[in-house]
């Protein structure tokens, strides 16, 4: 059987084949995209070995032109927004700044006693209960407080504790845990617990979403992005 071999056609002098301009600049794939001074290079390099007796036609060199002004004007959008998501990154910076020295929800947060000042919070009743039991634990987990409330509405219901235990006595600075049990039509349930802590500290998450973070009191970290409440 004999093997016929195709020799490739000739090209004009200053063209070579992308086989072989990427074999000789040993080009990455990232490197191979092509920008603004590539599609411009080519352009030209086409004008000028055009063929005299069958030049580019008018159409042709209109929707090229119009492809180098569409690749030009995506170029500046993606700078623009590039631009933009770097302001915004401060922006939210500054935004979660402010916050220090504010009082925000954290769920499951500690409650902080100081200097005998009430200690509030809140829980969602979605469908409301026909009775509520609010308990205070201390940061070793034993119970200084319990009350039982009457029913509630659908809905957010606050809370406040005093400083003091079932007994009167006023106790001692710290950071304390609320617990809330909710009896509706004979189904108990502990919803989350959302009481107002400090904010000491905001941090860049470093995810893909950059996210901020901001350290409460009890050494306890939340998402900006989960705060539902600000207050004093």
Do not use: H
């Not at 005299?52 to 993606?78: I, R």
């Not at 902080?112 to 026909?130: E, F, H, K, N, R």
């Amino acid at each position: 059987m004999t093997t016929t071999t195709t020799s490739q056609p000739a090209l004009p002098n200053g063209i070579v084949r992308f086989e072989d301009y990427t074999a000789k600049k040993k080009l990455t794939p990232q490197s191979t995209e092509m920008g603004q001074n590539q599609f411009l290079t080519l352009f030209t390099t086409q004008l000028k070995n055009q063929n005299p007796l069958d030049p580019m036609k008018n159409e042709a060199f209109v929707a090229q032109l119009a492809q180098f002004s569409q690749l030009e004007a995506t170029t500046a959008m993606k700078n623009s927004l590039d631009s933009m998501v770097s302001s915004m990154k401060s922006d939210r910076m500054l935004a979660g700044s402010s916050l220090i020295g504010r009082k925000v929800a954290v769920p499951d947060g500690p409650a902080t006693l100081l200097s005998g000042q009430p200690v509030t919070g809140s829980v969602d009743l979605p469908t409301g209960a026909d009775g509520v039991k609010f308990e205070v634990y201390n940061d070793k987990g034993q119970l200084v407080r319990s009350q039982i409330l009457g029913a509630q509405t659908a809905g957010s219901m606050n809370l406040s504790w005093d400083g003091l235990d079932d007994n009167g006595q006023a106790m001692a600075d710290g950071n304390y845990r609320f617990k809330v049990t909710a009896s509706s039509n004979g189904v108990t349930s502990t919803p989350t617990v959302n009481t107002l802590s400090t904010v000491r500290s905001v941090s860049s998450a470093g995810t893909a979403d950059d996210a901020w973070l901001l350290g409460v009191d009890g050494g306890k970290t939340i998402s900006l992005s989960d705060v539902k409440r600000i207050g004093y």
